[in-house]
């Protein structure tokens, strides 16, 4: 047994005998996933939003990092970060989470993740020891099979939320309606202005090429965005978005840089936000900045592997909206979640590798046209 979980122990012997003050009030909602998953979630808060009472609290839980994207929640949203792998080696930050979320004494606690962590996630589910608690059923991870039915107890509701591969935020859509009992047809993926910052004012038209991904082997070579640039007219601004840690573990895309007109923006996502809303084509591989591009309305090409076909891009039909558009390759592996079992392609996923260049091409230039 590891240190962190003889310390949950002892917490949960305290728990016992403990007294909070106040009656229960306010809710959590822990969401856990990355940076994509977040801005996906934030088209459908509102619908678990319906189980506040008028007036009550609302904390929205992200992991590190994911609050940076807090802008895109209602105002009546608190958004709290944790470092989740903080979480399992120092043992002060840990039991400081889990007392503050103890104390706070929630009303009500959902957990929105299908694939969950007993010891991450899952243990601050049960740190707060609210009235009520839900879930859906967990996605099965064999490494953790036997911890995670051991912590259905944490739950006082758990959904059946169907099978293992299916559309990330409808899995989210039918799990608030089960909640709320109220059913709800699918709405596209567009937030409304009123969470959204300003657009900015461009002095020429602008187009956005995002590259690069966490995971090298989702992104297409330079030499495919090196001949989408070549395409632009001559009135147009290019900007390469990332960061300098981004252009750090990518030097082969440096040429990308050496275009005229080309420029590079290393801007938080809210700045970002603006520029997007502003831009006549976003082009991007499959990360967080595709998602927040399609989100804001701008007229979006997602360059996309085919790992998470079925689970999150392309997206529903029922749910894209007319801004957005994949291009992917479609393999027999496909919605392999990134767990690749066939060697690279130069480096690429072969899904990756294989995707279609001049329909990619023609896509750009129709656009441009059209615009």
Excluded at 10 to 30: D, N
Excluded at 44 to 58: C, H, M, N, S, Y
Excluded at 305 to 328: C, K, Q
């Amino acid at each position: 047994m590891k240190l962190f979980q003889l310390q949950d122990r002892f917490l949960r012997l305290r728990h016992r005998f403990a007294t909070r003050r106040g009656q229960p009030e306010g809710i959590l909602i822990l969401s856990a996933g990355g940076l994509g998953d977040t801005i996906l979630f934030a088209h459908v808060i509102g619908q678990f939003l319906d189980l506040a009472k008028p007036g009550e609290p609302v904390r929205l839980l992200l992991g590190l990092g994911s609050d940076k994207l807090g802008f895109l929640f209602p105002p009546r949203v608190t958004v709290q970060s944790v470092d989740f792998q903080r979480l399992r080696r120092d043992l002060v930050y840990r039991r400081a989470t889990m007392g503050e979320l103890y104390e706070v004494n929630f009303r009500l606690v959902i957990h929105t993740d299908h694939r969950r962590h007993p010891d991450m996630d899952e243990a601050l589910a049960w740190a707060c020891s609210a009235s009520e608690t839900f879930a859906m059923e967990p996605r099965p991870w064999a490494k953790y099979s036997t911890r995670l039915n051991v912590n259905r107890n944490i739950y006082t509701r758990l959904f059946d939320s169907g099978p293992a591969q299916k559309d990330k935020v409808r899995r989210w859509i039918e799990f608030a309606a089960w909640l709320t009992g109220k059913p709800r047809a699918p709405a596209l993926l567009h937030l409304t202005q009123d969470r959204l910052p300003p657009a900015t004012h461009e002095p020429t038209p602008l187009v956005v090429i995002h590259p690069y991904s966490a995971v090298k082997r989702k992104q297409p070579t330079p030499s495919l965005f090196s001949e989408i640039i070549e395409l632009m007219p001559d009135d147009h601004t290019v900007v390469i978005t990332g960061t300098i840690a981004d252009r750090t573990a990518n030097p082969d895309y440096e040429v990308l840089l050496t275009h005229p007109r080309v420029q590079f923006d290393g801007s938080d996502f809210r700045t970002l936000a603006g520029r997007l809303r502003s831009a006549e084509l976003v082009i991007s591989v499959d990360t967080a900045c595709m998602h927040l591009a399609v989100a804001v309305g701008a007229p979006t090409l997602c360059l996309a592997s085919a790992a998470y076909v079925g689970e999150i891009v392309p997206y529903d039909d029922a749910l894209t909206p007319p801004n957005a558009h994949f291009i992917y390759k479609a393999m027999d592996c496909e919605g392999c979640l990134g767990t690749c079992h066939l060697p690279p392609d130069r480096g690429m996923y072969p899904c990756i590798a294989k995707l279609p260049r001049n329909t990619i091409l023609d896509f750009v230039r129709h656009r441009l046209k059209s615009s």
